[in-house]
């Protein structure tokens, strides 16, 4: 089955760092960049970043460049996102998405990992 | 970059159309046909409804389209049903592996 299972939730207090991974099945995985997007609770989706699933290559948004770091793991066929200094307006569901190669278009989603922050 | 401007909320009865603009900039919409839109309902991830403007993914229902003029891409949604109901946002390649999404817009079928 074809699909992205992300990790569970955390509550993390300010200033903490969090560490959210994404699992990858069904699929070649080094054939597929990654992209992570947040959605704040009522808000829009935000992209955060590109991550090559082939060499782990990366590109940030402005926004989070200096506090954000995406890496991935080639033998697990998983990627993961860490955010550090976290405020509590980075409460937010993180979700990891697959590139669709040519076409740009994020195809495939994990399910979501809500990140609490929070004293 | 700016988020791409997409109205907040758009309603229609069922069976009408509506459409949902995403206005950029040249440095994203104008410049690349990928531009791509996502449905997501209440809780639930983001489902690719459309990609490179125009293309639907198997399994999207041909009563969703996609065009591009300018700096301004559309999702038409013909024939509305009451399971369109839900969020919709459209998302440009913006070059160097960078991406923008839309604000996103509010569908509501009366």
Known sequence: QVQLVQSGGEVKKPGASVKVSCEASGYTFTSYGISWVRQAPGLGLEWMGWLSSYNGNTNYAQKFQGRVTMTTDTPTSTAYMELRSLRSDDTAVYYCARIQPNTDAFDLWGQGTMVTVSS | ?110
């Open chain 2, 1 to 110: 970059q700016s988020a791409l401007t997409q109205p907040a909320s758009v309603s229609g009865s069922p069976g009408q159309s509506i459409t949902i603009s995403c206005t950029g900039t040249s440095s994203n919409v104008g410049s690349y046909d990928l531009v791509s839109w996502y449905q997501q309902h209440p809780g639930k991830a983001p489902k690719l409804m459309i990609s490179e403007g125009n293309k639907r993914p198997s399994g999207v229902s041909n009563r969703f389209s996609g065009s591009k003029s300018g700096n301004t891409a559309s999702l038409t949604i013909s024939g509305l049903q009451a399971e369109d109901e839900a969020d919709y946002y459209c998302c440009s390649y913006a070059g160097s592996s960078t991406y923008v999404f839309g604000t996103g817009t509010k569908v509501t079928v009366l």
